[in-house]
């Protein structure tokens, strides 16, 4: 089962920060924050991971809280590409590591 | 560089038959995954390969799946006496190491009829 909640959708204007939220309150020490995202009809698409330290990479910024129950994901500027289902993933550390998918956040940017 | 591949694209096939679908993972990924995508069941995780071995098959829904990888790349898998509730996408990724992005192709549309 998904250990993550996240808003069923999200719309935001083209060229402005677009913040995705997730809350993953029972997550536990070794279980790392994962965002992914699926454009239509396409395989899903690696965007960021962390464990508790905010990471940033050339797609998106990763803020985590302090208490780790929580997370958000920044596309500093959104694009109409950005339109797509994004799923926030918490993932355990060792075995598998396998993807528990939810239902994700279907975010649409507008021209 | 090339990206994770699949094949077929699309499969059509009648309700009984087996099929057979194909992923090529990204060369040097020791860890292979599959996945599907259906429209009520959303994505889920069917089967992992670390190398040629599948430590993790705990997703597959039936003793009708089964799948397997030769040579650490290359890996299979196989519907047998398909059923409509098997119509999906079925999508493979793979990864270079622990605590890795996966990597996806872009899937195997299964249409059972």
């Known amino acids: 089962d998904a250990k993550t909640t996240q808003p069923t959708s999200m719309d935001c204007a083209e060229g402005r920060a677009a913040n995705l939220p997730c809350n993953h309150s029972t997550i536990s020490g070794n279980e790392y924050v994962y965002w992914y995202r699926q454009i239509h009809s396409q395989g899903p698409q690696y965007i960021i991971h962390g464990l508790k330290n905010n990471e940033t990479n050339e797609m998106a910024s990763l803020i985590i809280t302090e208490d780790r129950k929580s997370s958000t994901l920044i596309l500093p500027h959104a694009t109409l590409r950005d339109t797509a289902v994004y799923y926030c993933i918490v993932l355990t550390q060792g075995g598998s590591e396998k993807l528990v998918f939810g239902k994700g956040m279907k975010l649409t940017v507008n021209p | ?113």
Do not use: M
């Not at chain 2, 995508?37 to 705990?58: C, R, T």
């Open chain 2, 1 to 113: 560089g090339a990206g994770v591949s699949q094949s077929p694209s699309n499969k059509v096939t009648e309700k009984g038959k087996d099929v057979e679908l194909r992923c090529d993972p990204i060369s040097g990924h020791t860890a292979l995954y599959w996945y599907r995508q259906s429209l009520g069941q959303g994505l889920e995780f069917l089967i992992y390969f670390q190398g040629n071995s599948a430590p993790d098959k705990s997703g597959l829904p039936s003793d009708r799946f089964s799948a397997e990888r030769t040579g650490g790349s290359v890996s299979t898998l196989t519907i047998q006496r398909t059923q409509q509730e098997d119509s999906a996408v079925y999508l493979c990724a793979s990864s270079p190491r622990r605590l890795s992005e996966q990597y996806f192709g872009p899937g195997t549309r299964l249409t059972v009829t």
